[in-house]
C-alpha cells in the first residue's frame, strides 16, 4: 500500500515536506491506525498521537485524503491509494503529524464545559426526567478530537475569538442540561459577534464528525434560545 | 494597553435576524417581480412604466432596497471584521460602508419617485 505522509520536525527541517512510504500488507478488515503503527516500525521518526484505538479518546484525528477523521476508525480499504495523511488544518504543527490542541482547548474551556448548579448536592444525584435527558443525545457523545474545528473556515480564521463547532457543542450540551442554572450567563457569554455568529452555516463540521453528531444543529438551537428570550 | 485577544461585544443575535427577515422580504419581492413580469404580454418601457406608478410598488421597492442595504451591511461588515486586523481601519471602512449605503438609500427614493 502506498501513503504519502506529511512530516516536519522543527529542530531539523527547514520546511513540512511529504514522504512516501510503502508499506507490504492486506488492507483486509484493518484500519489506517494499523498501518500507521506498521509504518512507525518500518521508521521510528514517524510522529502521531494514539490511545484508545478504538475511536473513544480522539487523540488519533488527522488529516486523511483531505478529509479529517480518526485513523483508528477509518478502514484502509475505503482509502484511494496513495493514502495522503496530513496533521489537522489551522492548527500548529509539533511534530509530522502532532498538533498543538492548546487553542482548540482555550475555546472549549470558555464556555465552561461543567455543570453550573448551586443547590447543595442531594444525597443521591441530581435527577433527571427520561424526556429531560433525552435532550442530551447527540451532544454528550463528542469526544473533543478537534475533527469539526478544524474542518471549519471559520475556526481557521478566527481561532482566538470563534469558538469553533466543537466547543459551540458542548455549550448547547450544557444549555440543554436541566440541571445547570448557569443558562442566562451561557447565552451572554456567546452573545457575540465573534464568538458564536462566526458560524455560516458551513456544515463542514457536521460533514467530517467521526461519531456523527451534528455542532451546526446545536448552533441552531442556541440562536433559537436567544430569540426566544430576545423577542 | 496590553494587546490581547477580546471578545464580548454583545450583540450579533439582533444582526443575524435581521439578515434573514431582510433575505425573506428579498425573497417575496424578487418573486413578485418575476410573476408579474411572466404575466405580462410583452417587456417594454410602458410595462416598467405602468409597474411602477403606483405608490405601494414604490413603497415595496423601497422595502425591498432598504432590506437589501441593512442585509449588505452586515454581509460586508463580517468580511471586514475577518479580513481587516487593525481596529482602527476596520473601523473607518465600517463608516465608509454606512456612509455609501445611506446615500443609496437616499438616492434609491430619488429614483423611485422621481424627484
Known sequence: MKFRIYRYNPDTDVSPYMQ??????????????????L????????????????????????NINGRNGLACITS?????????????????????????????????HSIKPYLVNNDPPPETERLQSPKDRLELDGLY????????????????????????PAG????YRFIADTRDQDTAARLDNLEDPYRLFRCHTIMNCVDVCPKELNPTEAIGKIKDMMVKRAV | MVNRVVTGAHYGLRDWLVQRVTATVMAIYSLVI????????????????????GNVMRTFSLLFLLSLFYHAWIGVRDIVMDYVKPAS?????????ILALVLYAIWSVQILWGL
Open chain 2, 89 to 97: 481601519v476596520r473601523l473607518l471602512i465600517h463608516v465608509l460602508v
Open chain 1, 39 to 62: 509504518l512507525k516500525q518500518q521508521d521510528d521518526t514517524l510522529g502521531f498521537r494514539k490511545s484508545c484505538r478504538e475511536g473513544v479518546c480522539g487523540s488519533d484525528a488527522m
Open chain 1, 141 to 164: 457523545e463528542c469526544i473533543l478530537c478537534g475533527c469539526c474545528s478544524t474542518a471549519c473556515p471559520s475556526f481557521w480564521w478566527n481561532p482566538d475569538k470563534f469558538v469553533g
Open chain 1, 168 to 171: 459551540l457543542l458542548q455549550a
Open chain 1, 76 to 108: 484502509l480499504s475505503s482509502l484511494k491509494q496513495p493514502i495522503e495523511i496530513r496533521p489537522l488544518p489551522g492548527l500548529p504543527v509539533i511534530r509530522d503529524l502532532i498538533v498543538d490542541m492548546a487553542q482548540f482547548f482555550k475555546q472549549y
Open chain 1, 20 to 37: 512516501d512510504y510503502d508499506l507490504h500488507m492486506d488492507a483486509g478488515d484493518a484500519m489506517l491506525l494499523d498501518a500507521l503503527m
Open chain 2, 34 to 53: 418575476v410573476v408579474y413580469l411572466l404575466l405580462q404580454p410583452s417587456f417594454g418601457y410602458d410595462t416598467w412604466a405602468e409597474l411602477f406608478s
